[in-house]
Structure formats: structure tokens, C-alpha cells
């Protein structure tokens, strides 16, 4: 298993430009997620998935859009990029533990250092 | 929104020293997560809570689910190179919800 693949690892894009981070999983994960990591804020959700077909907003929302075809690939498009939503940005997914009721730990990507000049 | 605020934001230590951080919540969480980053690299599980007072080691690691379960502790004992990283803390945005409130962030450096 690959885990949780998120590509690409480095993108430097203009004011203005339009990008899809991809990001796929073969764990047959249901749910998936994307976070942005900023320095002394921690992670914070962008937006998430429950399923094939059904997306919802998180934290910080604005500014980015996601679609869920597959369960595999949830990808998140950054439609017009701005300086602010330079970051890095992790992809994850989980499961429900059907033993215990819990959902399983959040595997993450390794993420994708974007600079937006 | 929440704030998970962890304390303190950065540490610096000798190899074979014990270290403690906490996190503190503005409202209450039915489940702890303690994550560990390592550089370059994404989050990763280190322990899990699950009930008020519940007492939880992973190796070096243990960590506590405060009474007021709006807290928790992370300590590592004996410090060893491989501990430094970013340590967060975290806790589901709704009750069983797939998704995650995460705290600010302590950075371990460890001195060897």
C-alpha cells in the first residue's frame, strides 16, 4: 500500500493562476480531507469528504474548490491563486473501526509546499 | 471557531532529558489525539484518548485525558535525536466526526 499520495511536492504559482493539487488513496478510505499548515496555527481544515459524491466545507474554506468522483482522489483546486494561501497542504484519509466505533487515526500525505507570488 | 492552544511553543533539551507539553481547549472533547510530524513529512499518529482521567503510554510516550476534558498532557521520558519534530495535539470538530480541531504546535529540538 501507498498510503495517502499527494503530488506534486513543490509548486510556485503567479497571483492569478488556477492549480489542482492531487491527492489519492488505496486504503478504500471513505473519508478525506484537506488541511493547511501555516506557521503557529497548526493544521486547519479546508474542506472534506464522507464519501464518493459528497464534499463539505471546513475551517477555511474560501477561496478553494474540491470534488469527490472516486473514492480513491479527492483533489483540491485553487481557482485563482493569492499570495495568502501560500502554505503547505496535506491530503488524509480514515475509516470507521467497526470494532470499536471509533474512527481510525487520519493518515496523512506528506504533503505540498505551495508559494504563490 | 475552537482553539486548542498548546503550551509551550518550543523547546529546546538535552538527550536524555524528560520533556512535558500540554493543550488546552476552550470547550470540551469527547477524544484526544496526540500527533507527531517529522520533517517533511505529514502527521502521524502517537496516542489516542478516549475517556475523562484516562492514563495512556505508547513506549517513551505517555500521555493523560484531563478531568475537565477541556486538557491534556504529552510526556516523553528520556529524550533521544529521533523525538525532534512538531508535536500536535487534536481533537474531533464534532462528536465521532472524521475530521479535526488541531492545536498550535510544540517544537522539540533535542540537543544531543
Known amino acids: 500500500n501507498a498510503g495517502v499520495t499527494q503530488t506534486p511536492k513543490f509548486q510556485v504559482l503567479k497571483t492569478g493562476q488556477s492549480m489542482t493539487l492531487q491527492c489519492a488513496q488505496d486504503?478504500?478510505?471513505?473519508?478525506m480531507s484537506w488541511y493547511r499548515q501555516d506557521p503557529g496555527m497548526g493544521l486547519r481544515l479546508i474542506h472534506y469528504?464522507?464519501?464518493?459524491?459528497?464534499?463539505d466545507q471546513g475551517e477555511v474554506p474560501n477561496g478553494y474548490n474540491v470534488s469527490r468522483s472516486t473514492t480513491e482522489d479527492f483533489p483540491l483546486r485553487l481557482l485563482s491563486a493569492a499570495p495568502s494561501q501560500t502554505s503547505v497542504y496535506f491530503c488524509?484519509?480514515?475509516?470507521?473501526?467497526?470494532?470499536?466505533?471509533?474512527?481510525?487515526?487520519?493518515?496523512f500525505g506528506n504533503g505540498t509546499r505551495l508559494t504563490v507570488t | 471557531g475552537q482553539q486548542l492552544n498548546q503550551s509551550p511553543q518550543s523547546m529546546f533539551i538535552q538527550e536524555g532529558e524528560d520533556v512535558s507539553m500540554n493543550c488546552t481547549s476552550s470547550?470540551?472533547?469527547?477524544?484526544w489525539l496526540w500527533y507527531k510530524q517529522d520533517p517533511g513529512e505529514g502527521p502521524v499518529l502517537l496516542i489516542a484518548?478516549?475517556?475523562?482521567?484516562e492514563l495512556t503510554s505508547n513506549g517513551r510516550l505517555t500521555a493523560q485525558f484531563g478531568i475537565t476534558r477541556k486538557d491534556s498532557f504529552l510526556n516523553i521520558s528520556a529524550s533521544i535525536p529521533s523525538d525532534v519534530g512538531i508535536y500536535f495535539c487534536?481533537?474531533?470538530?464534532?462528536?465521532?466526526?472524521?475530521?479535526?480541531?488541531f492545536g498550535t504546535g510544540t517544537r522539540l529540538t533535542v540537543i544531543p
Open positions: 488524509a484519509s480514515n475509516t470507521r473501526d467497526r470494532k470499536s466505533s471509533y474512527n481510525s487515526p487520519l493518515h
Open positions: 486504503m478504500n478510505h471513505e473519508y
Open positions: 469528504s464522507v464519501g464518493a459524491g459528497i464534499t
Open positions: 470547550s470540551i472533547f469527547n477524544t
Open positions: 484518548l478516549y475517556k475523562a482521567g
Open positions: 487534536a481533537g474531533p470538530r464534532q462528536t465521532g466526526a472524521n475530521n479535526l480541531f
